[in-house]
């Protein structure tokens, strides 16, 4: 049987985002035209995920509402001659059931993919951040390479890649790889490392496959930085008891879009609006005026 369940943790407050997440979701903000965890979830049901399970919390309702069928609205659009806007209601009708728990306490990111534990049981699965999405438009079909490897291997874990610039280390989860190769064995995990430390460039980027097995490694993970529990401290722990970890490199076209600071969100709409099939070539020549007048 093949996985088909993906766990998206969207609890988080955002609050490196503020004012913006005051009242909404980060996972709600719009890159171009849609809202983050959209195109997350546009991801995922292409690659065959059938059943997401949302990790939600306080103030995260309009992610429910948002891939909920709205039959108010498709009628509104009908009655008022709107009809060629009903085509951007269609990721509503995608193949997927949604499910919802909550996080009741904001205990890290591993501590929520946990709670999808009673949901999952003892099936493998795949978490995805809702607030990052991999290639433009959500293109990337990572998880498939990542599912397959995971089912041929048996591994206890995969977990995607990216090189990052050697000055970026310090922000990202960094691979020991024991191997070589776009799909390579990982011997440790180093959080955050400074630059002279690092052992690789190779960031972990937003998207895992697990054996149910995660949960009793996360269960015996006690909080680390920030009081939290890291999902990146379970996996050690799986990794020193014998598990398999693999990674799964990021081609170059699937760049990954965190949009959890100012700096990282503004980057990825502007990107995104740039690569809009009917705005970009206009805003373009926008930019491009504004930047020449700041140089002048
Ligand atoms: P982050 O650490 O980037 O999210 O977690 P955050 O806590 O919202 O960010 P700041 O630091 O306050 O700005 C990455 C992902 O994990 C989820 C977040 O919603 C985000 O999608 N997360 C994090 C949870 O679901 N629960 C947690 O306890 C922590």
Same mark, same amino acid.
């Given at each position: ?13 955002? +609050? ?5 997440? %005051?009242?909404? @979701?980060?996972? /709600?903000?719009?890159?171009?035209? %849609? ?13 065959? /995920? ?5 990790? +939600? ?24 001659? %709107? ?40 099936? @493998?699965?795949?978490? *995805? ?20 490897? =995971?089912?041929?291997?048996?591994? +206890?874990?995969?977990?995607? =890649? ?14 020991? $790889?024991? +191997? ?13 490392? *400074? ?19 995660? =949960? ?5 993970? $006690? $909080? ?27 081609? *170059?076209?699937? &760049? ?5 600071? =100012? ?14 099939? &009917? ?18």
């Amino acid at each position: 049987m093949t996985i088909n369940i993906a766990v998206v943790p969207v609890a988080g407050m955002g +609050t490196r985002l503020l004012p913006a997440t %005051k009242s909404q @979701p980060k996972e /709600m903000l719009p890159v171009g035209r %849609k809202p983050v965890v959209q195109y997350v979830v546009e991801e995922l049901t292409r690659v065959g /995920m059938e059943r997401i399970l949302f990790i +939600t919390g306080p103030g995260k309702t309009s992610i429910e509402n948002h891939f909920d069928v709205n039959a108010e609205l498709i009628q509104n659009l009908r009655e008022t001659g %709107k009809e060629d806007l009903l085509v951007e209601l269609e990721f509503e009708r995608a193949p997927a059931q949604y499910f919802y728990t909550r996080q009741r306490r904001l205990l890290g990111l591993g501590h929520a993919i946990s709670c999808a534990r009673p949901f999952v049981g003892d099936q @493998p699965f795949v978490a *995805a951040l809702g607030d990052s999405i991999i290639g433009l438009n959500a293109s990337s079909d990572v998880v498939r390479r990542m599912v397959d490897i =995971f089912e041929a291997e048996k591994a +206890t874990a995969v977990i995607a =890649f990216e090189e990052v610039d050697p000055a970026e280390v310090h922000n990202y989860g960094i691979a020991r $790889p024991k +191997t070589s190769g776009d799909i390579f064995e990982v011997a440790d995990l180093i959080e955050k490392p *400074a630059v002279d430390e690092a052992p690789s460039n190779l960031a972990i980027a937003a998207r895992y496959v697990f054996a149910p097995a995660i =949960f009793e490694a996360i269960d015996r993970t $006690p $909080p680390g930085k920030g009081g939290e529990i890291q999902i990146t401290d379970a996996i050690r722990l799986a990794l020193h008891e014998g598990g398999k970890v693999l990674g799964v490199r990021l081609h *170059a076209n699937e &760049k990954r879009y965190d949009i959890g600071n =100012f700096e990282a969100y503004f980057r990825a709409f502007v990107e995104f609006a740039l690569a809009d099939d &009917k705005h970009g070539p206009a805003l373009r020549q926008y930019v491009e005026s504004l930047t020449n007048a700041h140089h002048s």
